[in-house]
């Protein structure tokens, strides 16, 4: 069986088809871009330069709707994935050509100028260059995002399981259990006593799990890990 690889936009997708309030979210889209607060965002973002904006005057009718994404969305993707979702100021990979079109076209058919560009990656792609999946979005305001371009690979098709250790404490812990459980089985029968007994088992056990447990702390802490609900949006390597 080949497994296929991960498409992380259609993953995204399929969060947002999940929920009953698609139109909801829309109607909010539609009444925030007509509403005041939109024209001041836009104000205080070009008088503000030097921060990023988080809004753009989008002409709600040109829109793609099945682009728009809410936070809440992509917050729930970077941390099944361990994605991380920043500002494309620190991402390091070049932006290709068919994304600065893509930009370009949006910018003739709203109108306006796009500021406040975030990209969805993998940690890595915000230090080196690689092939992975990253997402351009561009904020609409209000926590909406509108997905301007994607570009490179997809995910491998088993970075969810491989990544799921690291989702939170609970799920890490039963990692390390389960792995030392194997490692345990993989003890032959008779090498530290003559008689096999089910006492040995769990006393070897105990002995790897504080083994592996050390090892997983060790390097969490070294290296300063965190997990993905706390990373999916810093920019900080150590974490």
């Known amino acids: 069986m080949i497994l296929r690889n991960t498409n992380i936009e259609d993953k995204l997708q399929a969060v947002r088809d999940k929920q009953q309030?698609?139109?909801?979210?829309?109607?909010?889209?539609?009444?925030?871009?007509?509403?005041?607060?939109?024209?001041?965002?836009?104000?205080?973002?070009?008088?503000?330069?030097?921060?990023?904006?988080?809004?753009?005057?989008?002409?709600?009718?040109?829109?793609?709707?099945?682009?728009?994404?809410?936070?809440?969305?992509?917050?729930?993707?970077?941390?099944?994935?361990?994605?991380?979702?920043?500002?494309?100021?620190?991402?390091?990979?070049?932006?290709?050509?068919?994304?600065?079109?893509?930009?370009?076209?949006?910018?003739?058919?709203?109108?306006?100028?796009?500021?406040?560009?975030?990209?969805?990656?993998?940690?890595?792609?915000?230090?080196?260059?690689?092939?992975?999946?990253?997402?351009?979005?561009?904020?609409?305001?209000?926590?909406?995002y509108y997905l301007v371009h994607k570009w490179g690979n997809d995910l491998h098709p088993l970075r969810k399981v491989l990544v799921w250790p690291f989702k939170n404490i609970v799920n890490l812990t039963i990692f390390v259990l389960l792995i030392s459980y194997l490692v345990t089985l993989l003890v032959p029968n008779g090498l530290f006593s003559k008689n096999n007994s089910t006492a040995e088992f769990w006393i070897i056990f105990f002995f790897m799990f504080k083994c592996i447990a050390s090892v997983v702390i060790f390097y969490g802490f070294a290296l300063g890990k965190n997990f993905n609900p706390a990373i999916w949006n810093s920019k900080y390597f150590n974490s």
């Open 21 to 144: 309030n698609h139109t909801k979210y829309l109607n909010e889209v539609q009444a925030f871009l007509d509403s005041d607060v939109m024209k001041n965002a836009k104000i205080s973002a070009e008088i503000d330069s030097v921060g990023n904006a988080n809004s753009n005057r989008f002409v709600f009718d040109a829109l793609e709707t099945d682009r728009i994404y809410h936070i809440d969305q992509i917050r729930q993707i970077c941390i099944d994935y361990r994605l991380r979702f920043l500002d494309s100021r620190y991402f390091k990979s070049k932006i290709p050509n068919a994304a600065m079109n893509q930009i370009q076209h949006l910018e003739q058919v709203h109108n306006t100028t796009l500021q406040g560009f975030k990209i969805m990656a993998p940690s890595k792609l915000f230090k080196l260059e690689d092939k992975d999946d990253p997402l351009l979005f561009a904020p609409i305001g209000n926590d909406y």
